[in-house]
């Protein structure tokens, strides 16, 4: 059995494991029943992928989506794996393939669709192909209460029981209740293996803005990442539309993305995202379950979303390759409202409209927070332990004010006018503003008429968001638009508590145009854009996403590591040996021009340690070319008779003799037996 190291060099071409993948990988190769809880973009599917390989036999995968099998298989393909797709998707040839990889055993990896188990032959059919394991990617998918219950999922049970081969089920949903249902259904109440890897994704920067010109700001974020694949998540389906037309308009390549369009459109648009290079979605959150781009460098928040574990779902979509990606969630203080009143105006038992306006509370307290987000975010997901330095908050901390005498001055106007207005007028109320309203009600009378002067308008409106951003006040469900007190603001009325609140960002988020983010740095960067072309082009020809052919983070390392070589660009990070073979000359022509021509033989042990003794051969077999003396007839071995010296390693003169002939072996014999001593 090769082992899983090697594996992932030769066949992925990544230096290491990421975090928490090795320990997995072992217990799964190992055939232990096992259950892996990892963010989306910790690298689940290398979990069963690589012991695929390192076992006897066909590893079958169930994964829910049609379209992402079919990706997953490609990239497998292109990494060089015999792995294949039964799913109503397929051409008859593509299905006639995979059974006859099948029949010669020689298929590693047969994924197939959920509804296939619902077929009675499929699981003789499965018992018949010697089937050694059994990976379940998106496993929540059998819990009835999730969002993504999908019935079929509810056989797997049934299928693991009749074949009686281990099971290893992923999934980045990790509440307690979903994981007792996966151990119930997939494996029958017995615990598995567990494991349970962290939620932070630490290449995801987070930020959060006050709205301030909202569409101007969405546009200046995308502005700096122009040529970036990006989701801009929209509050309304009218709202996708205009930002994409704004998008466009402002040179961007954009589509947009609703609930509202007929499943053709929306099947085209995805296609569309997952294999185009740097197109931007404009979407509501309908768009995301289908969509499994490694490469999406960024996610902003056109609205609010509407809790805190929302959030992380939805900015949780980009960077998924590991590289360095960046989130933007606007909101203000209608966003706030409306959330609240969708709450309010749900169906659901109070209870449950408590919990949700919870998961609310936690959101704002995010994107109010004073100090860093990360940790504000994770602590919220129960985590302790955590680094950031990748949050606005970490990039420039928040200055901040103690504002309970503000906040004191506001709760006395609302209670005052008997929690009855807006913000808008009980902020007219504090300024001291003389309007209709305010004679219409009589209020220029009031107390605190006139006692807020010491801030502007735009001062008090960040006051009034963040009261309820901390949920002193909530909009009331009945009167819209009117605020009410809440409990919490008890404690700052009666002068037991100060609050501090944050100086506003708003002036730091005026329209001024941000400097353009690049992914590398500026000399890098024509070099970079010079690989994505290549890229692009050798993606289209193949009708294959951009990432199949190289992930971005690829693309970076070599613009950054400029290798010239074959053997160090085998040494890049995601250059597997097959895609060193397909596509590693097209790309270091790109880098060092026409690169210099190697024998094929040569070639194929481009990275590897034996291409650098083959090197060594070649040079003292030109030593010997008229031999010893330099008056011989010149003599010199094949390019394939030095490769395979350099592959099979012979230990002793006879070994070497049957490889070269002893003609050549009395010439050189002696010289290449001491080269492969000195390399151990
Ligand atoms: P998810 O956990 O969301 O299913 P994937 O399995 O799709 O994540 O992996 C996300 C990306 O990370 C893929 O592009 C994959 O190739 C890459 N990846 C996974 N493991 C590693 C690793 N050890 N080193 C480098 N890249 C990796
Ligand atoms: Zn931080």
């Known amino acids: 059995m090769a082992s899983a190291a090697t594996l992932l060099q030769d066949v992925f071409g990544f230096d290491g494991f990421r975090l928490g993948q090795e320990e997995i990988v072992d217990a799964v190769a190992a055939g232990e029943n096992t259950l892996a809880i990892m963010p989306t973009g910790g690298g689940k599917s290398l979990c069963f992928q690589l012991p695929a390989l ?88 059998v819990s009835q209460w999730g969002h993504d219950f999908r019935p079929d999922y509810l056989r797997i049970g049934a299928l693991r029981a009749a074949l009686d081969v281990p099971l290893a089920a992923f ?74 037309q704004g998008l466009r308009e402002a040179g961007h390549a954009a589509i947009h993305y609703h609930g509202g369009m007929e499943a053709d459109d929306r099947r085209i648009a995805e296609r569309r995202f997952q294999q185009e290079d740097g197109l931007i979605v404009a979407a509501t959150v309908a768009f995301g379950m289908g969509v499994d781009k490694p490469d999406i460098r960024w996610v902003a928040h056109a609205d609010l979303p509407k809790s805190i574990e929302a959030y992380y779902q939805e900015i949780g979509r980009a960077g998924r390759d590991g590289a360095p990606a960046e989130t933007l969630t606007l909101f203000g203080p209608d966003d706030i409202k409306l959330r609240r009143t969708q709450i309010d105006e749900g169906l659901a038992p109070t209870e449950r409209r408590n919990a949700d306006h919870g998961r609310l509370n936690a959101l704002l307290g995010l994107a109010e927070a004073l100090e860093c987000r990360r940790k504000t975010l994770l602590t919220y997901f129960g985590e302790d332990e955590v680094t950031c330095g990748r949050c606005d908050l970490c990039d420039s901390p928040a200055e901040v004010f103690d504002g309970t005498t503000a906040v004191r001055k506001a709760l006395s106007a609302m209670l005052r006018t008997e929690e009855r207005f807006g913000a808008g007028h009980l902020i007219d109320i504090l300024l001291g503003t003389d309007t209709d309203k305010m004679r219409q009600h009589g209020h220029s009378g009031l107390p605190t008429f006139g006692v807020g002067q010491e801030y502007t308008r735009p001062q008090w409106q960040a006051v009034f968001r963040q009261m309820m951003g901390h949920d002193l006040v909530r909009p009331d469900a009945e009167r819209y638009g009117a605020l009410r007190m809440t409990d919490a603001a008890l404690p700052i009325l009666r002068d037991e508590a100060q609050i501090t609140l944050r100086r506003d960002t708003i002036k730091a988020a ?152 002893d003609r050549r072996a009395a010439r050189f014999g002696s010289a290449f037996l001491d080269v492969l001593r000195q390399a151990g």
């Open 171 to 244: 999934t980045a949903t990790a509440d307690e209740e979903t994981r007792t249902e996966i151990v119930q259904k997939l494996f029958d109440g017995a615990q598995p293996r567990t494991f349970l890897r962290g939620f932070d994704r630490p290449n995801i920067h987070l930020a959060f803005a006050a709205k301030n010109g909202p569409r101007a700001q969405i546009l200046n974020f995308a502005a700096a990442r122009k040529g970036q694949s990006g989701i801009v998540y929209c509050g309304t389906r009218a709202k996708t539309e205009t930002l994409a």
């Open 510 to 661: 005026a329209a001024r145009r941000p400097a353009v983010k690049t992914m590398v740095s500026e000399e890098d960067a024509p070099l970079l854009s010079a690989l994505k072309a290549k890229r692009r082009g050798l993606a289209e020809a193949a009708k294959v996403p951009a990432y199949v052919i190289f992930p971005d983070r690829t693309l970076i390392e070599m613009a950054e590591k400029r290798p010239q070589t074959l053997d160090q660009m085998a040494q890049i990070n995601g250059v597997g040996a097959k895609k060193l073979q397909n596509f590693g000359d097209a790309f270091l022509s790109v880098i060092v021009g026409d690169a210099p021509a190697l024998h094929p033989s040569r070639r194929k042990l481009a990275g590897r340690e034996a291409g650098n003794l083959y090197d060594q051969l070649l040079a003292v077999q030109a030593d010997l070319a008229r031999g010893n003396d330099g008056t011989e007839k010149p003599l010199s071995c094949s390019a394939s008779q030095l490769a395979k010296v350099a592959t099979l390693r012979p230990s002793d003169s006879s070994a070497l003799e049957k490889l070269l002939g």
């Open 54 to 141: 390192m076992r006897d036999g066909v590893t079958v995968v169930i994964s829910p989506l049609i379209a992402l099998m079919r990706d997953q298989v490609r990239a497998l393909q292109a990494a060089g794996v015999n792995a294949g797709a039964l799913t109503s998707g397929n051409t008859p040839e593509e299905t006639d393939a995979v059974w006859e990889a099948l029949e010669r055993r020689e298929l590693k990896l047969l994924y197939i669709a959920p509804e296939r188990l619902a077929a009675g032959s499929s699981i003789g059919m499965l018992r018949r192909i010697g089937v050694s394991l059994i990976a379940v990617d998106e496993a929540h998918c």
